[in-house]
């Protein structure tokens, strides 16, 4: 079964309308761009068996804008729903009964298991989706336009896999599979998600549809450790939360959204990716779940470091005060 049909079934199948890529209309557009192409050298009395030229009038007035609203429309849908349903997972006594009435929530723990599950599943299709799509325009116009266009959408963070809320799903469904083997109970999560190791550094990887793998690199490039209390930026990239203080020049104390907005990333050095920050708390329960050594050691270190930078907070703070 060819993936646009496939993909087509599966947009089909589900309960609720999602936002998807259409492949139909996107590839009706370079079928209709090939056309005029061919007729225009029928015109002038010349046939050639080629594409339209790389910089087509025709399909970048259509083709990418319309791309580019979809590809914002499913990584808007992804992250909101993948957010409200960490939040649930996450919270804790009266918190959680509140969220459940308030999202009118119904069902048990393993409504919310499978909802994971399965946007986990949208996530991946719609990133294979729009990878097959842009290959599609590229062998059309002999060009690497689409790859461009691929960079430009990770810069605008529109690209589905750069979301931290699937690097969160994928360590949600990678707890809810140790806790249940712990306890004896048969795991119903997603099996296609896995930490692994590479000279020992962890690797957060799941397999996508079509043989497509995505590892994330759990290595902060800061200390070159592995991420402990971990934070995506908006850019996508992953550090520890006391290595982004220091990267972003502000204090434990004050936090990260006290940023200023012309501090970089340390590693794209897009600025302004401070401010959206998104603490991943699944993948720190996942970390100290599976390197409990390391995590302790971290622990005490971040403790001393954090009663430093509060002391020395409060102690400016109190000169200031009586004017010294």
Same mark, same amino acid.
């Given at each position: 079964?060819?993936?646009?049909?496939?993909?087509?079934?599966?947009?089909?199948?589900?309960?609720?309308?999602?936002? +998807?890529? +259409?492949?139909?209309?996107?590839?009706?557009?370079?079928?209709?761009?090939?056309?005029?192409?061919?007729?225009? =050298?029928?015109?002038?009395?010349?046939?050639?068996?080629?594409?339209?030229?790389?910089?087509?009038?025709?399909?970048?007035?259509?083709?990418?804008?319309?791309?580019?609203?979809?590809?914002?429309?499913?990584?808007?849908?992804?992250?909101?729903?993948?957010?409200?349903?960490?939040?649930?997972?996450?919270?804790?006594?009266?918190?959680?009964?509140?969220?459940?009435?308030?999202?009118?929530?119904? +069902?048990?723990?393993?409504?919310?298991?499978?909802?994971?599950?399965?946007?986990?599943?949208?996530?991946?299709?719609?990133?294979?989706?729009?990878?097959?799509?842009?290959?599609?325009?590229?062998?059309?116009?002999?060009?690497?336009?689409?790859?461009?266009?691929?960079?430009?959408?990770?810069?605008?963070?529109?690209?589905?896999?750069?979301?931290?809320?699937?690097?969160?799903?994928?360590?949600?469904?990678? =707890?809810?599979?140790?806790?249940?083997?712990?306890?004896?109970?048969?795991?119903?999560?997603?099996?296609?998600?896995?930490?692994?190791?590479?000279?020992?550094?962890?690797?957060?990887?799941?397999?996508?549809?079509?043989?497509?793998?995505?590892?994330?690199?759990?290595?902060?490039?800061?200390?070159?450790?592995?991420?402990?209390?971990?934070?995506?930026?908006?850019?996508?990239?992953?550090?520890?939360?006391?290595?982004?203080?220091?990267?972003?020049? $502000?204090?434990? $104390?004050? +936090?990260?959204?006290?940023?200023?907005?012309?501090?970089?990333?340390?590693?794209?050095?897009?600025?302004?990716?401070?401010?959206?920050?998104?603490?991943?708390?699944?993948?720190?329960?996942?970390?100290?779940?599976?390197?409990?050594?390391?995590?302790?050691?971290?622990?005490?270190?971040?403790?001393?470091?954090?009663?430093?930078?509060?002391?020395?907070?409060?102690?400016?703070?109190?000169?200031?005060?009586?004017?010294?």
């Amino acid at each position: 079964m060819k993936f646009c049909k496939k993909y087509q079934e599966y947009m089909q199948g589900q309960e609720k309308k999602l936002p +998807g890529v +259409g492949f139909k209309k996107l590839k009706k557009i370079l079928k209709n761009c090939r056309r005029e192409f061919q007729s225009k =050298n029928d015109v002038h009395g010349v046939l050639h068996n080629q594409t339209c030229p790389q910089h087509c009038p025709v399909c970048d007035g259509t083709f990418f804008p319309s791309l580019l609203k979809e590809m914002s429309d499913i990584v808007g849908c992804f992250n909101e729903r993948a957010q409200k349903l960490l939040e649930l997972h996450l919270a804790s006594g009266f918190r959680k009964y509140f969220i459940w009435f308030k999202g009118k929530l119904q +069902g048990s723990h393993v409504t919310l298991i499978q909802e994971g599950k399965d946007l986990v599943n949208y996530a991946l299709i719609n990133a294979v989706a729009i990878r097959k799509i842009l290959k599609k325009y590229d062998k059309v116009h002999f060009s690497k336009q689409g790859q461009a266009f691929k960079s430009q959408a990770q810069s605008m963070h529109i690209e589905i896999l750069q979301s931290p809320w699937l690097c969160e799903l994928m360590a949600f469904h990678i =707890n809810l599979r140790e806790t249940k083997v712990k306890s004896g109970m048969t795991p119903a999560s997603f099996e296609g998600c896995y930490l692994t190791f590479n000279d020992g550094k962890p690797f957060l990887s799941c397999e996508l549809f079509d043989s497509v793998k995505l590892d994330i690199d759990l290595t902060c490039s800061i200390c070159l450790d592995t991420v402990f209390d971990p934070v995506s930026l908006t850019c996508g990239h992953i550090f520890c939360y006391m290595c982004a203080c220091s990267a972003a020049s $502000v204090s434990i $104390v004050n +936090g990260l959204k006290a940023a200023e907005p012309k501090e970089k990333c340390p590693l794209c050095r897009e600025a302004g990716v401070y401010e959206g920050f998104v603490h991943l708390d699944e993948l720190s329960i996942l970390l100290r779940r599976s390197c409990s050594e390391y995590w302790e050691q971290r622990l005490q270190m971040e403790r001393a470091e954090r009663v430093r930078q509060a002391k020395e907070h409060w102690e400016s703070q109190c000169q200031a005060f009586v004017g010294v």
